[in-house]
């Protein structure tokens, strides 16, 4: 049984592969900054800006989310607010990121 649920699993990442080909990282930082795939640090403002550029790509890349452990839920709120409000909804949480 389980291994059935196994490969259930695997075709369903394997489609969600073939749908989205590329996935973006974005670290959510104690100070309330973001970064993109280990590129510089952006505020909320350009963070706005950034996710109206995804916006228009097609197909929509999938963000990942991994906010940092010493970030506080307001952080992560107002990230989650701006994807919102840009009705993006290729958006999911990878972990919480234990650097020092």
Known sequence: MKWRIVVALLIVSVRMTDAHPY???????????VRFDNGPELDLIHLRLEIRKMSNERPQ??????????????????????????????????GIETSN
């Open 23 to 33: 996935v973006r990282h974005l670290q959510i930082l104690p100070n309330g900054h």
């Open 61 to 94: 890349p999938n963000v990942s989310l991994l906010p940092d452990r010493r970030t506080n839920y307001a952080n992560v709120a107002a990230v989650l607010v701006e994807f919102q409000r840009a009705g993006y909804n290729h958006l999911g949480f990878t």
